[in-house]
């Protein structure tokens, strides 16, 4: 190397450090800043319509939602991000106790988002839903054996089981809704049962588990909606012995319903485009756009009315638990400390 | 040498310390938080995260390390000392693999031999026999087949130069082949060798994708766990922390490795001893086993989905993230390596090697996560002050600081390792004759470090076009790179559409990996 390449070296740098305009000053035109953890090619579809309809054109960042409020919180006042959007109540709970999100009130959100789904000040707005729910081997399950989520700790289902580690946020989530319904005492019994019951150490994803049960590794296996409809729409050769083979029952919670996650939003404190942010959460719950989350990418709409996937409305239709989505949030630390304790990977 | 330091002026040394010490700052900070900030879960984390996460990483790290190590001397001495059919080919070919991100690679091998894989299925369909490579074992030897040119690089350039001569003598004096490995090769090569162990032992630690996919719990998914799951960050830094002291460990073994080991100013290259008959063969057969597991396996995947199950369309926006890798690539391989450079001129002629610097170059095993954490809050306690016109986060500047923070290791570590193969003599007498110390650094020692920088720069672009977790976070809005679109595709499940821009990585990643083959070729000549 030259040593007449440090200037030059130094000048890049210096260039590269400053960044283009981030709508924090004059703008041209319309613009919305977005920080995402959702990735998928339904959002960028929907961001694309918005900018059609609305002209205001939309950024992105996507990354761990974790990582986002770090940034977001680093960034503080100066923070570019407009909305925030997050695939997990507990973190839209958690952006809001870290003073990450402005309270909204807006008549077309409250209208069109049910108040189970939605932050009662308005710091975040469901958009849409996922249900928890058992896939099994049709020729080997009874479905009627499973009409709750502690039916499945049933000593009948010892080694026949597959679930995904307790790392993922889902599981998570569903053993903090158990602590709601049924105590930390029962629910550590209920998840001694579930790994007992394990088929196999928890590996991969919910996919690998549907693979699993494709494959005879196991006869049942707790997933999410949203992959099981990913899979039963594809046309991926390797899914085939799945479609044919699977059923699917949404357990409930001793009655009360089954279990569900949501992805939502919120307009963030220091947002500089604020009402172009409620402008965006306005129309991501807007019918058109609910039915493209439901036939792009499998999820559950909010908005009442609205038809979902064929895929989605052949697995039957479910009654969502009642549980406050704040208690998500709440217990899911204590979620993970059950897990640990019992040994759920 | 020494007798020289009390003579130069302290003040550019002072100056690259300052440097040292922006780089270290944000590790400084993460590192330093948990003297105050809350861990309200520790006392958990201590007691039901921390064995078994811990456990699981030495076993890890232990496994990648031993596997590594058989896959690597055999083919670096091979491929150095004896000539066999094919050597051309797997010189260059033995260190594809690098050019693999970890988690493509594991996804991969999952997909092929886990235990839905297609080859597990159609072996449980025809024999009954269902393989399983997703377990500790299993994760082990995956890391280990795309991880291991990092000992077969530094390692080669031991065999193929320096001891030539002493091995010639131990074949006079009778010694077999083995023995020649053995008790003379391995013991000159050990520094070298330690060096690449090292970089790969960093590289095991810091995974992510890999380990949580396959369910392995390391100190990694530990403070993932504890920051994610528990919302408990000062117990995530603490566990940072536990990481960064087995980083220590393991720098200090590698520093008494190169204790009591002598410099050679022998540079006569080694000339290759043809290998007759069965031997031949075998030793085609080993390389050839290495290559088609290593590399074959994974990429032939990758290439099959790519022609199977594509439209034959490159799907929008990769031509751009292709773009933006290579922007983004060249920028923080040329920042790191100008400071790799300095702080190679600062370890040659201070009195004492900086701490400083040792710390800076520790971020090469703290999780990018971890790393981008502490680059925000700097850049961000400066942001807020209103200090610059336009925000640091978000930039592509404060991302190619970010990258240097994370591989500053990956450029100094080949500059050290030359420079102590490098004669002392020689810039010695330049500095006898009145040269100022960054003149003799500049007219001697640069010129000869010329190939080792140029294969650090490989190193780090190779590094950068895999990174994911700084280049997610750090990024500008609306830019895409190959991994974080590889990536995208790859977390929801969606292996195949997620083929294209992992076939593009690879080929991106061989570009610098056949340069720094080449420049290491020419080197050895």
């Known amino acids: ?345 | 040498m020494r007798s020289f330091a009390a003579h130069i002026p302290r003040g550019p040394f002072l100056a690259i310390s300052a440097l040292a010490l922006l780089l270290a700052a944000p590790l400084i900070v993460v590192l330093t938080a948990p003297l105050h900030a809350p861990a309200p879960e520790w006392e958990h984390v201590q007691r039901a995260l921390l064995p078994h996460h811990l456990r699981e990483t030495i076993l890890l790290l232990f496994g990648v390390l031993s596997i590594a190590l058989v896959i690597a001397i055999p083919s670096a001495w091979l491929v150095a000392v004896h000539d066999f059919p094919l050597r051309g080919f797997f010189r260059w070919a033995l260190v594809i693999p690098l050019a693999l991100p970890t988690y493509i690679s594991a996804f991969t091998y999952a997909a092929l031999l886990g235990p839905t894989g297609s080859f597990s299925n159609s072996l449980a369909a025809s024999i009954g026999i269902r393989p399983d490579i997703m377990n500790l074992p299993g994760l082990s030897m995956v890391l280990a087949l795309v991880l291991f040119p990092y000992i077969y690089l530094p390692a080669r350039a031991a065999f193929s130069r320096g001891m030539a001569t002493q091995l010639d003598a131990a074949r006079m004096l009778g010694a077999g082949a083995q023995r020649r490995l053995v008790r003379v090769a391995m013991p000159l090569a050990r520094p070298a060798i330690a060096g690449g162990a090292l970089l790969l032992a960093m590289e095991t630690l810091n995974d992510f994708g890999a380990v949580k996919y396959f369910g392995i719990r390391t100190l990694t998914t530990g403070i993932f766990r504890s920051w994610g799951g528990l919302y408990d960050m000062g117990s995530a830094l603490r566990l940072s922390m536990v990481l960064l002291g087995l980083i220590a460990l393991l720098l200090w073994v590698e520093r008494r490795s190169r204790r009591g080991v002598r410099q050679t100013t022998d540079q006569a290259p080694m000339k290759p001893i043809p290998l007759k008959g069965a031997h031949a063969w075998l030793a085609t057969a080993w390389c050839l086993l290495v290559v088609a597991c290593a590399a074959g396996l994974p990429l032939g995947k990758i290439i099959s989905d790519v022609v199977l199950h594509s439209d034959g369309t490159v799907p929008g926006g990769v031509l751009k993230a292709f773009l933006n890798t290579l922007l983004v690539a060249g920028l923080a391989a040329s920042f790191t390596l100008a400071i790799a450079v300095l702080f190679a001129f600062r370890e040659r002629y201070a009195r004492r090697s900086d701490l400083v610097i040792r710390l800076a170059n520790m971020g090469y095993a703290i999780p990018g996560a971890v790393i981008a954490i502490g680059v925000m809050a700097l850049a961000g306690f400066l942001d807020r002050q209103h200090i610059m016109g336009t925000a640091l986060i978000g930039s592509l500047g404060m991302l190619t600081y970010a990258f240097s923070v994370r591989f500053l290791a990956v450029g100094t570590q080949p500059l050290y390792g030359n420079m102590r193969q490098q004669s002392p003599y020689l810039d010695e007498a330049a500095r006898m004759l009145g040269a100022s110390p960054w003149r003799a650094f500049s007219r001697i020692t640069l010129p000869l470090l010329k190939p080792a920088i140029g294969a650090a720069a490989m190193l780090v672009a190779i590094d950068v076009i895999k990174e994911l977790p700084l280049t997610l976070i750090l990024r500008p809005f609306d830019l895409h790179t190959l991994s974080t679109m590889t990536y995208e595709l790859a977390s929801i499940e969606q292996l195949r559409d997620s083929s294209w821009p992992a076939l593009l990585i690879v080929i991106c990643g061989l570009f610098p990996v056949l340069l720094l083959e080449r420049l290491l070729a020419r080197q050895s000549r």
Request: proline share 5%.
């Open chain 1, 1 to 345: 190397m030259r040593t007449a390449a440090f200037p030059f070296i130094v000048l890049a740098f210096m260039a590269a450090c400053s960044t283009p305009d981030q709508g924090t000053g004059g703008d041209v035109s319309e613009r919305v800043n977005v920080y995402t953890h959702r990735h998928y090619a339904a959002d960028e579809q929907l961001f694309r319509m918005f900018t059609e309809r609305t002209g205001i054109n939309v950024h992105v960042i996507q990354a761990g939602d974790d990582e986002l409020m770090a940034r977001m919180e680093a960034e503080g006042v100066r923070s570019p991000c407009d909305v925030f959007i997050t695939a997990d109540a507990g973190r839209l709970g958690q952006a809001e106790r870290r003073g990450l999100l402005q309270a909204i009130s807006s008549d077309i959100l409250m209208s069109r988002i049910p108040p189970q789904y939605r932050d009662p000040e308005g710091h975040w707005y469901g958009l849409t839903v996922r249900a928890r729910v058992v896939a099994y081997n049709r020729d080997r399950v009874d479905p009627d054996a499973i009409r709750t989520y502690a039916d499945l700790a049933d000593p009948r289902w010892k080694g026949r089981l597959l679930v995904r580690s307790s790392e993922n946020v889902y599981n998570q989530s569903l053993i903090a809704a158990m602590i709601a319904h049924h105590g930390t005492v029962a629910t550590e019994t209920w998840a001694r049962g579930i790994v007992t019951n394990m088929a196999r150490a928890p590996k991969g994803g919910d996919t690998d588990q549907l693979l699993a049960v494709g494959e005879g590794i196991g006869d049942l296996a707790i997933v999410n909606s949203y992959y099981v409809g990913k899979v039963l729409a594809g046309n991926d050769p390797q899914h085939a012995k799945v479609r044919a083979s699977i059923g699917v029952v949404f357990p409930t919670m001793d009655g009360t319903g089954t279990h569900v996650n949501i992805s939502g939003g919120g307009v963030a404190r220091h947002a500089p485009n604020r009402d172009a942010a409620v402008t965006l959460l306005e129309f991501l719950c807007s019918p058109d756009a609910q039915q493209t989350f439901s036939e792009a990418n499998m999820e559950y709409p909010v908005l009442e009315g609205i038809p979902v996937a064929t895929t989605l409305d052949d697995l039957g239709s479910f009654v969502p638990d009642t549980l406050g989505l704040e208690a998500l949030e709440r217990l899911n630390s204590a979620a993970v400390k059950l897990s640990d304790a019992v040994g759920w990977k």
